[in-house]
């Protein structure tokens, strides 16, 4: 028995390009660390980032970093580069707090701005290396006022006491460095996330608590960007 050939045109599909519902644009106080850190939650845990959402992180101008300078920056970025629809979109400033009594008062100075233009303020104290500490220790095991007050290990000031953790606790995966291009992605795993977002409420995560406190609300950003349980 004979078979009559068939001829089958190939379909062409056409991706159709579909505009975020939502944005979410990030305006960091560090050039290296920070932004590396959310574009690696980007590239590896795309698949629990909804598909409405897109996440944009403003480009930092060299040597801009007090409070006011990251707000001037995310400005700057939504009147240049994006329509800004404040209905759906949100906007966020990362600082970290420090320990000077200058760099709070900075904050206190620049915060009526932000609430009155509805930017949401992610913040740490000290430091956004608390944050990413929380992704790989047991928290418990540290002395509160020591991570608080993260001293500098030597005389020759080169680190403080949480980034001499990260590098000491990381070392078997590629160790911690601060330098643009060198940011350890295997901090970021969904398993690591959840712990820190976990081991977060262990201290002050409300913005006026933080501000005196050891502690971060850097999980409500996270919980923004990612859903996973």
């Known amino acids: 028995m004979g078979f009559k050939e068939r001829g089958f045109e190939i379909p062409i599909y056409i991706e159709e390009f579909k505009e975020p519902e939502r944005v979410i644009i990030i305006s960091c106080e560090g050039s290296n660390t920070e932004p590396e850190y959310f574009e690696t939650i980007k590239e590896k845990l795309s698949e629990y980032i909804p598909v409405i959402l897109e996440i944009k992180i403003v480009p930092k101008e060299p040597g801009a970093s007090e ?5 001037c920056n995310l400005e700057k970025y939504i009147l240049d580069q994006y329509d800004y629809k404040s209905d759906y979109d949100e906007m966020w400033v990362v600082w ?3 320990k000077v009594q200058a760099r709070k008062d900075n904050i206190l ?10 930017y949401h303020i992610a913040i740490t104290n ?5 944050w990413l500490l929380l992704h790989i220790v047991d928290i418990t095991e540290y002395d509160n006022n020591v991570l608080y007050i993260n001293d500098w290990m030597s005389l020759s000031k080169k680190k403080r006491f949480i980034e001499k953790e990260l590098l000491t606790k990381l070392y078997p995966i590629g160790g911690y460095n601060k330098k643009k291009g060198q940011f350890n992605k295997n901090i970021v795993t969904k398993k690591n996330i959840l712990q820190a977002l976990k081991q977060e409420k262990f201290f002050a995560n409300k913005f006026e608590d933080i501000l005196d406190n050891l502690g ?6 996270i919980n923004k960007i990612l859903k996973i349980k």
């Open 67 to 71: 409070p006011k300078d990251i707000v």
């Open 216 to 221: 971060s609300n850097i999980g409500e950003l």
């Open 109 to 118: 100075k620049i915060l009526p701005e932000c609430r009155k233009k509805n």
């Open 126 to 130: 000290p430091l956004f290396e608390f």
């Open 96 to 98: 970290d707090r420090e």
